[in-house]
Each structure stands twice: as structure tokens, then as C-alpha cells.
């Protein structure tokens, strides 16, 4: 029996969102006895129009039918489709009939508008997190994940890590050689040998409109040093308490895991770039200890810090 997999568009939605995702559905199913059954859905039936001006066809909501899967896409256009009633009421009539839902980058806001994210761990683009963490705050947002799955609800950081998800659903329905199969077919990851992290793309906390950019290159050149809420709200001229809840509410992360993503993308560069020991990354970048970094790399990436160096020189 064919599984259904329902992709969600709206008006000036990211095509990688939506094309990438189907991509790997299509491939992993080329490699199983059974091919997924891909399809399109839009709240108005046929062209539906990408913000790069490319328009893919979709299928009216009331045509759905039975659904495995349904994978909410994300965009520009995503603040609009979260307010749409016929769109939002859709998705959360298909929660209790599918068996998975989805959503890629920014399709987060969609499901939480619906409802479908209260209590549950998300994730949604790095960009995104400050704006998602203040609009619904009684999802558990986890800003740094590539993909976070709880219990039957999947969502995905930006656009390529639609990808990482669909893999890992191939995996789940069709075995882990199908998505490895499918994964050398697309020329892409199985599993980034960072870990399931957009890391990295988290670090542009000081953007040029972010409210604490400042603070976060004064940060970068004294991560040898102690950096504790006091010390960094004295900076802002803040109190700790206002300084805490401002941090959080602007960045989606706290002060302190902030820090520590600092000191651990400061770490990893050096750990892969050259032979310094490890218990000198880890002093340089303020951890102290290895040990203390060790577990930081293992919650930031899944790998201690001599995976990632052998790795690099693989």
C-alpha cells in the first residue's frame, strides 16, 4: 500500500521547502517495492506561486483524502498562510487522521497557529527563533536542532534541513539502507558529521537589527573569561533579570546557552583546523576543562571533540 505524502504550499512559499523534501521521498521510494504517492495541496487549487517567481501545481483542500504524511512548507509568505483560516483549519482537522505532520523552516508558525506544537519540543530557522519564541510561548522551542520529532510531529530548521527530515521519515518507514541509498543519490548527508545542528547559523545572534549584536561580539573576544548573566547585563546596562528575560525573548535561546554555543563554535574551528591539544582548545575557549567541553560538543553536535577533528582530516 502506497504511503501519501501531502506537502502544504501557500503564496511566496521557499520552493527548496517544498522540492527538497519531495526529492528525497521520491528517490528513497524508487528503492523500495512500494513508491510514495506525493501530492500538493493548496488552499486555492493550481498554480501556486514560490517567492523565486517559479509556481508549482497543487491540488485543493478538499481533494486530500487519506494522508500518511502531511509536511507543512515555510517562506515569506508564511505569516499570511498562519492566519489563514482555511489553510490553519485544514492542518489541524488532517492532525488526528495522519499518521505523521510535518513542517520544513518557517512552517513551524503554521503548526502552532493550528495548536499542534502546545507543549511539544520544536525547532523552526535560526532567524526565526526570537519572533516564534515570543508568538508561542508554550511551545518548547529547541532554536539550535536541524530536525526535532515529538511523538508523531516533526519540524525542521531552514530549507535544506527539510532534507535531514524527509531522510530520517525514509528511514523510519523503509529502513535505514533505503535512506542511505537515497541520501548518495541526492549527493547529500545521511547525518551531517557536525551532528543535528544548525550551529553555525545560529551564531548570527549579532546581526546588524538584533538588539543585543554588540553584546555578542564583545562576547566572541572574552570567551576565555568568565561570562555570567551579572557580567553581561552590566555590559547592557541592564539588570540581570531584565537582562535574562530581554536576551531571551529577542534571541529565543538563553544567555548561558548562548555562551556556550560561542565557546563551542570558537573550539570546534580550532579543533578542526589544526593539532592543538584538546586541553588547550579547551581553556582558549573558556570551558576550562575537556571535560566541561566534551559534553558541551556531545549536546551541540553528538560527537565529542576528537570525532569532528578526525573527521575533518578524513
Known amino acids: 500500500m502506497k504511503r501519501t505524502i501531502g506537502v502544504v ?29 506525493i501530492r500538493l495541496f493548496a488552499a486555492e487549487p493550481g498554480l501556486v506561486a514560490s517567492t523565486s517567481g517559479v509556481a508549482l501545481p497543487a491540488e485543493g483542500f478538499g481533494a486530500a483524502g487519506a494522508i500518511d504524511t502531511l509536511v507543512v512548507v515555510g517562506g515569506d509568505g508564511v505569516r499570511g498562510a498562519a492566519q489563514d483560516p482555511s489553510l490553519v483549519g485544514f492542518v489541524r482537522e488532517q492532525a488526528p487522521r495522519v499518521r505523521r505532520m510535518a513542517s520544513v523552516c518557517s512552517g513551524a508558525f503554521v503548526l502552532a497557529a493550528a495548536g499542534l506544537l502546545d507543549g511539544r519540543r520544536a525547532t ?55 535512506a ?16 543535528q545542528s544548525q550551529f553555525s547559523a545560529l551564531l548570527e545572534l ?16 572574552r570567551l576565555d573569561q568568565p561570562l555570567g548573566v551579572e557580567r553581561l547585563a552590566q555590559e547592557v546596562a541592564m539588570s540581570p533579570r531584565n537582562f535574562a528575560r530581554a536576551f531571551l525573548a529577542e534571541t529565543g535561546v538563553t544567555p548561558a546557552k548562548a555562551v ?48 569532528l577533528r578526525r573527521a575533518a582530516r578524513a
Not at 523552526?124 to 530536525?147: K, N
Not at 574551528?269 to 593539532?275: D, H, N
Open 206 to 221: 549579532d546581526r546588524p537589527d538584533g538588539r543585543f549584536g554588540g553584546l555578542m561580539g564583545w562576547m566572541r573576544e
Open 180 to 195: 542511505k541509498r537515497a541520501a548518495q543519490q541526492l549527493v547529500v548527508y545521511r547525518r551531517r558529521p557536525g551532528g
Open 9 to 37: 504550499l501557500f503564496p511566496q512559499f521557499q520552493i527548496l521547502d517544498a522540492t527538497g523534501p519531495v526529492a528525497a521521498f521520491e528517490v528513497g521510494g524508487r528503492f523500495a517495492e512500494t513508491p510514495y504517492d
Open 124 to 178: 523552526t530557522h535560526w532567524s526565526r527563533t526570537g519572533a516564534f519564541a515570543r508568538a508561542f510561548p508554550q511551545v518548547r522551542l529547541e532554536p539550535d536542532r536541524i530536525y526535532v520529532r515529538d511523538g508523531p510531529v516533526w519540524t525542521s530548521a531552514g530549507i535544506s534541513a527539510g532534507i535531514d527530515l524527509a531522510l530520517a521519515m525514509v528511514a523510519e518507514d523503509l529502513g535505514e539502507p533505503v
Open 260 to 307: 556556550e554555543r560561542l565557546r563551542v563554535e570558537a573550539a570546534r574551528e580550532r579543533i578542526e583546523a589544526g593539532g592543538e591539544p584538546i586541553d588547550t582548545v579547551a581553556e582558549a575557549a573558556g570551558f576550562g576543562d575537556a571535560e566541561r567541553m566534551r559534553r558541551a560538543f556531545l549536546r551541540a553536535f553528538g560527537q565529542p571533540p576528537q570525532a
